[in-house]
């Protein structure tokens, strides 16, 4: 059973960073797909950065070359930096991790991972 928790939301500016943390604990999770997503309007979550298993980073168009996914190994820690922040990246933001076999499909099969409890990014103009 993996579980995560994160911290590090908060209100900025536009213009903005932030940086946001992911602490997880459970025997999987070293080997599985791990990232975060965000919900504002909607059912689905939005996949924002991904770490698969062989360590290959991957973004949505919206956020490249502003946010930055990252690890610690030692500490079972994800983090995210979030620079340049805009009010549309004000959403809920949740770590999430899963087998990667799971992990393309998991907004639509949220069952198949395990998520935070979410923290909230506001960015106001």
């Known amino acids: 059973q993996v579980q995560l928790v994160e911290s590090g939301g908060g209100s900025v500016q536009s213009g903005g960073s932030l940086r946001l943390s992911c602490a997880a604990s459970?025997?999987?999770?070293?080997?599985?797909?791990k990232g975060w997503f965000r919900q504002s309007s909607g059912p689905m979550r939005e996949a924002v950065a991904g770490?698969?298993?062989?360590?290959?980073?991957t973004y949505a168009d919206s956020v490249k070359g502003r946010f930055n996914i990252s690890q610690d190994s030692r500490k079972n820690t994800l983090y995210l930096q979030m620079n340049n922040l805009t009010p549309e990246d004000t959403a809920m933001y949740y770590c999430?991790?899963?087998?990667?076999?799971?992990?393309?499909?998991?907004?639509?099969?949220?069952?198949?991972?395990?998520w935070g409890q979410g923290t909230q990014v506001t960015v106001s103009s």
């Open positions: 999430a991790a899963s087998p990667c076999a799971w992990w393309r499909v998991l907004p639509r099969a949220p069952n198949f991972g395990s």
């Open positions: 770490i698969e298993s062989d360590g290959q980073t």
């Open positions: 459970g025997d999987a999770y070293s080997t599985q797909c």
